[in-house]
């Protein structure tokens, strides 16, 4: 994951243009995608995919013609969907189209204006204040202009058509954590998915925020009513502990699973409360579709100094931290995929375990005594209303104790989902 991370992170993506192609290009090595190109123009719910931006080159020279800020050191130095600009300005006029974080001044930040036509810079504070006033050259060789927008899909079948949808958006420049790591999260979650013929099918989704998931949701009107579940990845791989923010149903299956295993693995966690800002949950919990999806983070958005800054890079998020969300996810999509409600069969009094052999099945068991009371659980909760997460919470006992359990009764005709 971390060297994906690494090959995608010098890429200038934005909402459109060849960045994204590019990035989707490498994703693609790793997993088949099905690519999607929506024209410049297309109305999508209340938006229109906007023009297509690309870059070549943009730098500032100072009058001997060196170079001072250079967007081949760093995509992060041009504003995103900086119109393009030839000119010669003094240092003092060409302020005004310099952006910098004077509280950490070596850092560069990342700005945009996808919606207003300008033109800019970004730089260190240190870099701009070691800068002679005087004149000095500006250009942005850039085009913005009818094109498209671009995403992608991957689908993991399940045993079911209902979906699980797992989004992470594409659209930020040099920035690790804030993409990148997300990214690398559900592209090795869609591999690891993909050998485990899931029970829901698995929709991953790699688009730019908000206009890509607004694009999506406006494409896909037919498919939203089969999406049981989502999870929203993204600041996946920062050293910080695990954030789950709930849907804004708020007792979504997800946000159910999501809480369950979370206490259960001991790891230090925060679960919030939705809101409606952050990523792309906002979209599809708009009250319209207001679907079951939560957002798997480790520190929120903006929760750390390096969020939007040239301090996001690939050293910030360590594989550690990105196999450890990776493996929540999966311990998370394990449970929802197994999470049934089950009918008691022989409901009239106990039915007699021993002589199905179903005492014998776990005598050996150093777990013998949680797995027989598993068994207990799952046949007095077993009514048709109550599903193997509600036992494993009712009970305290393990969900993977209180499926076992499950899959034992079944086989053995005292339940049936
Ligand atoms: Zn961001």
Same mark, same amino acid.
């Not at 906007?50 to 943009?58: C, F, S, T, V, Y």
């Given at each position: 994951?971390?060297?994906?991370?690494?090959?995608?992170?010098?890429?200038?993506? %934005?909402?459109?243009?060849?960045?994204?192609?590019?990035?989707?290009?490498?994703?693609?090595?790793?997993?088949?995608? *099905?690519?999607?190109?929506?024209?410049?123009?297309?109305?999508?719910?209340?938006?229109?995919? /906007?023009?297509?931006?690309?870059?070549?080159?943009?730098?500032?020279?100072?009058?001997?013609?060196?170079?001072?800020?250079?967007?081949?050191?760093?995509?992060?130095?041009?504003?995103?969907?900086?119109?393009?600009?030839?000119?010669?300005?003094?240092?003092?006029?060409?302020?005004?189209?310099?952006?910098?974080?004077?509280?950490? =001044?070596?850092?560069?930040? !990342?700005? +945009?204006?996808?919606?207003?036509?300008?033109? &800019?810079?970004?730089?260190? *504070?240190?870099?701009?204040?070691?800068?002679?006033?005087?004149?000095?050259?500006?250009?942005?060789? %850039? +085009?913005?202009?009818?094109?498209?927008?671009?995403?992608?899909?991957?689908?993991?079948?399940?045993?079911?058509?209902? @979906?699980?949808?797992?989004?992470?958006?594409?659209?930020?420049?040099?920035?690790?954590?804030?993409?990148?790591?997300?990214?690398?999260?559900?592209?090795?979650?869609?591999?690891?998915?993909?050998?485990?013929?899931?029970?829901? +099918?698995?929709?991953?989704?790699?688009?730019?925020?908000?206009?890509?998931?607004?694009?999506?949701?406006?494409?896909?009107?037919?498919?939203? @009513?089969?999406?049981?579940?989502?999870?929203?990845?993204?600041?996946?791989?920062?050293?910080?502990?695990?954030?789950?923010?709930?849907?804004?149903?708020?007792?979504?299956?997800?946000?159910?699973?999501?809480?369950?295993?979370?206490?259960?693995?001991?790891?230090?966690?925060?679960?919030?409360?939705?809101?409606?800002?952050? !990523?792309?949950?906002?979209?599809?919990?708009? /009250?319209?579709?207001?679907?079951?999806? &939560?957002?798997?983070?480790?520190?929120?958005?903006?929760?750390? =100094?390096?969020?939007?800054?040239?301090?996001?890079? /690939?050293?910030?998020?360590? =594989? @550690?931290?990105?196999?450890?969300?990776?493996?929540?996810?999966?311990?998370?999509?394990?449970?929802?995929?197994?999470?049934?409600?089950?009918?008691?069969?022989?409901?009239?009094?106990? /039915? *007699?375990?021993?002589?199905?052999?179903?005492?014998?099945?776990?005598?050996?068991?150093?777990?013998?005594?949680?797995?027989?009371?598993?068994?207990?659980?799952?046949? %007095?909760?077993?009514?048709?209303?109550?599903?193997?997460?509600?036992?494993?919470?009712?009970?305290?006992? =393990?969900?993977?104790?209180?499926?076992?359990?499950?899959?034992?009764?079944?086989?053995?005709?005292?339940?049936?989902?």
């Amino acid at each position: 994951m971390h060297e994906l991370v690494e090959r995608l992170y010098p890429l200038c993506r %934005s909402i459109t243009g060849d960045g994204v192609r590019a990035t989707l290009d490498i994703v693609g090595e790793y997993l088949p995608l *099905q690519r999607h190109e929506v024209p410049t123009g297309t109305p999508v719910l209340d938006w229109t995919v /906007p023009q297509e931006w690309n870059i070549r080159d943009a730098y500032i020279a100072d009058a001997a013609g060196h170079r001072v800020v250079d967007f081949a050191a760093s995509s992060l130095h041009v504003l995103g969907y900086s119109v393009p600009v030839s000119a010669t300005m003094p240092l003092s006029e060409l302020r005004g189209h310099l952006h910098t974080l004077p509280e950490h =001044p070596s850092w560069v930040p !990342y700005r +945009t204006s996808y919606y207003e036509p300008r033109w &800019g810079f970004c730089l260190a *504070q240190e870099t701009l204040d070691a800068l002679p006033e005087g004149e000095y050259e500006v250009r942005v060789d %850039s +085009t913005l202009a009818d094109g498209h927008l671009s995403y992608a899909e991957h689908i993991v079948p399940g045993q079911v058509a209902d @979906e699980v949808i797992v989004s992470c958006h594409v659209c930020h420049p040099s920035l690790a954590n804030d993409n990148l790591a997300g990214v690398a999260v559900a592209t090795f979650l869609a591999r690891a998915l993909a050998r485990e013929r899931p029970w829901y +099918t698995y929709r991953f989704l790699f688009a730019p925020g908000t206009i890509g998931a607004i694009t999506w949701l406006a494409r896909n009107a037919e498919r939203i @009513e089969r999406v049981r579940h989502g999870l929203v990845l993204a600041c996946a791989g920062d050293t910080g502990s695990l954030t789950y923010k709930r849907s804004r149903r708020g007792d979504a299956g997800i946000d159910r699973v999501m809480a369950h295993v979370l206490a259960a693995s001991g790891r230090p966690h925060r679960i919030t409360e939705f809101t409606p800002y952050g !990523y792309d949950e906002r979209q599809f919990c708009s /009250p319209g579709f207001d679907l079951g999806v &939560g957002s798997l983070s480790r520190t929120p958005y903006a929760g750390y =100094p390096e969020y939007h800054t040239s301090a996001d890079n /690939p050293d910030f998020v360590s =594989p @550690e931290a990105m196999a450890d969300t990776l493996a929540v996810c999966r311990e998370a999509f394990s449970v929802l995929d197994r999470d049934r409600r089950y009918r008691n069969l022989s409901p009239y009094g106990e /039915p *007699q375990l021993g002589r199905r052999g179903l005492y014998d099945a776990i005598g050996g068991r150093s777990d013998a005594k949680q797995a027989q009371m598993a068994m207990l659980w799952v046949l %007095s909760r077993s009514d048709g209303d109550h599903g193997l997460l509600d036992i494993a919470e009712r009970s305290g006992l =393990p969900f993977d104790t209180v499926a076992a359990a499950a899959d034992a009764l079944a086989a053995a005709g005292l339940i049936k989902a």
